[in-house]
Structures are given as structure tokens and as C-alpha cells.
């Protein structure tokens, strides 16, 4: 089984910055591939960004390209998403996701069996 817990949401102002952290507990973390979602009011989930066990493959969707990393720390079970030059259309609740074949290369929701119960963005313009 594969608990995620995310922190780091707030309050932030267009332009600013957030460091958001997922605490996993899996004994195979570092065979997982893991990712980021978001949700924005009245929308639905969408993918933001994905790394692979190793981070050799790092994936972002188009609307976070060149703002957003994401990066992992696998002897710290630790998948984090440092947001940077935020715009007020970032503002969702974030999640951090795994999927349920571990070492699965995917956007796809759908395929991503885990998650945590989300934290807020909030960036004011």
C-alpha cells in the first residue's frame, strides 16, 4: 500500500514562489513513478508534472513549462514541486499521485491508483 501526504500549499502573490512536498510510505518508492495533479475550481483534475524512479524522465504539461520542477528524493521517500513566477491560474487544490504499476510511464489519471488528500494553492493577482 502507498500513503502520500502533500504540504507546503498557501497563500501566495502572482510572481511568488511554493515549494510543495509529498511524504510517501512505500517500501518501493524509489520504483515508483510519481506525479502531480491539480484541480482549480469548477474544473477538473488536471496532469501537471511527472518523474521517473530515477528522475532521468521528467514530464510537465505545457502550462507549467519552464516554472515548475519537479524533483524527488528517494532516500527520503520525498517527491517535491517547486513553483516558481506563479500566475493567479495556478491557484487549484495540488495532489501528488502514484500509479498502480509502479514503473508506468503515464498521464493519464486514470492509471495513477494513489493519492494524497491534496493541499491548496492560492495565488492572488
Known amino acids: 500500500q502507498v500513503h502520500l501526504v502533500e504540504s507546503g500549499g498557501g497563500l501566495v502573490r502572482a510572481g511568488g514562489s511554493l515549494r510543495l512536498s509529498c511524504a510517501v510510505s512505500?517500501?518501493?518508492?524509489?520504483?515508483?513513478?510519481m506525479g502531480w495533479f491539480r484541480q482549480a475550481p469548477g474544473k477538473e483534475r488536471e496532469f501537471v508534472a511527472r518523474?521517473?524512479?530515477?528522475?532521468?524522465?521528467?514530464d510537465y504539461a505545457d502550462s507549467v513549462k519552464g516554472r515548475f520542477t519537479i524533483s524527488r528524493d528517494n532516500a527520503k521517500n520525498t517527491l517535491y514541486l517547486q513553483m516558481n513566477s506563479l500566475k493567479p491560474e495556478d491557484t487549484a487544490i495540488y495532489y501528488c499521485?502514484?500509479?498502480?504499476?509502479?514503473?508506468?510511464?503515464?498521464?493519464?489519471?486514470?492509471?495513477?491508483?494513489?493519492w494524497g488528500q491534496g493541499t491548496q494553492v492560492t495565488v492572488s493577482s
Open positions: 512505500a517500501r518501493t518508492f524509489s520504483s515508483y513513478v
Open positions: 518523474i521517473s524512479w530515477s528522475g532521468g524522465m521528467i
Open positions: 499521485a502514484a500509479p498502480r504499476r509502479p514503473t508506468y510511464w503515464t498521464r493519464a489519471e486514470a492509471d495513477f491508483g494513489f
